[in-house]
C-alpha cells in the first residue's frame, strides 16, 4: 500500500500487520478461524468479493494483544494510518458493537462477523473437548449440547451470537453448522485436525 491514497489491502498485507500486533498462537489462530468462516459465509451468500470478507475476519482483533483496553479504538487508529478503506475500518471495528463500540453491525458482512466471533470460540473449545481434538468429525449437535453449559467456554458470549443470529435472519443451528465447516477448511492451520 502506499502512503496517503486508499489501497485496497492484500491478503499478505493483513497477515503482515497481524503478526506485527500480535504473536500469540490462540490469537492468530482465532484470527485465521473467523478469516476461514468470513470466505465460508461469503461463498455460502452469494457474495462478489470473498477476499475482502476473509481479509475483515483476519484482522478483526488486530489490537487486541497489545491493547486490550482500547480493543476496536485502537484497530481504527492502526488501519487510519495504514490508508485502509473507510469500509473495511467500519466492518472490523462493528463487531465490537454494544462491547466496546457504538459502531452498529449494518452490512452483511459486518452482521457475520459479529455474528461468528464469538461463535468459533465456543467452536473451537468445544472441538478440544472431544476424544479426536478435531473438527473434522464434529457436528453442530456437539456445539449445542454445550452451549447452555454457562461454566464451559464462560467468556463465549451467548447473547452476541444470538443477536447476530437474528440480525442475519438464519437458525442458530444453521449458523453453527456452516462455522464448523468453514473452520474444517483450516483445520489444520487452527491446531484443530486432531487424530481422525
Request: net charge negative; charged share 30%.
Amino acid at each position: 500500500m502506499k502512503e496517503g491514497c486508499i489501497m485496497v489491502p492484500t491478503r499478505e498485507e493483513a497477515y503482515d500487520l497481524l503478526t506485527k500486533y500480535n504473536q500469540s498462537d490462540s490469537l492468530i489462530k482465532h484470527a485465521l478461524s473467523v478469516e476461514a468462516v468470513m470466505g465460508h459465509f461469503a461463498e455460502l451468500l452469494g457474495e462478489e468479493d470473498v477476499e475482502k470478507w476473509k481479509i475483515i475476519g483476519l484482522i478483526h482483533d488486530l489490537d487486541y494483544e497489545k491493547y486490550p483496553d482500547e480493543h476496536c479504538k485502537k484497530t481504527k487508529e492502526i488501519l487510519e494510518g495504514e490508508n485502509w478503506p473507510e469500509d473495511y475500518i467500519r466492518a472490523v471495528i462493528s463487531h465490537g458493537w454494544g462491547i466496546c463500540t457504538d459502531v452498529e453491525p449494518v452490512e452483511r458482512m459486518e452482521k457475520v462477523l459479529y455474528t461468528i466471533d464469538e461463535l468459533t470460540g465456543l467452536v473451537t473449545a468445544t472441538a478440544l473437548m472431544r476424544p479426536s481434538k478435531s473438527i473434522l468429525d464434529m457436528e453442530a449437535k456437539s456445539v449445542k449440547k454445550k452451549w447452555g453449559q454457562k461454566s464451559f467456554a464462560a467468556g463465549v458470549d451467548r447473547e452476541v451470537i444470538k443477536t447476530g443470529a437474528d440480525m442475519l435472519g438464519m437458525e442458530l443451528n444453521e449458523i453453527i453448522s456452516e462455522t464448523i465447516k468453514g473452520m474444517r477448511k483450516v483445520a489444520e492451520e487452527i491446531g484443530l485436525k486432531g487424530n481422525v
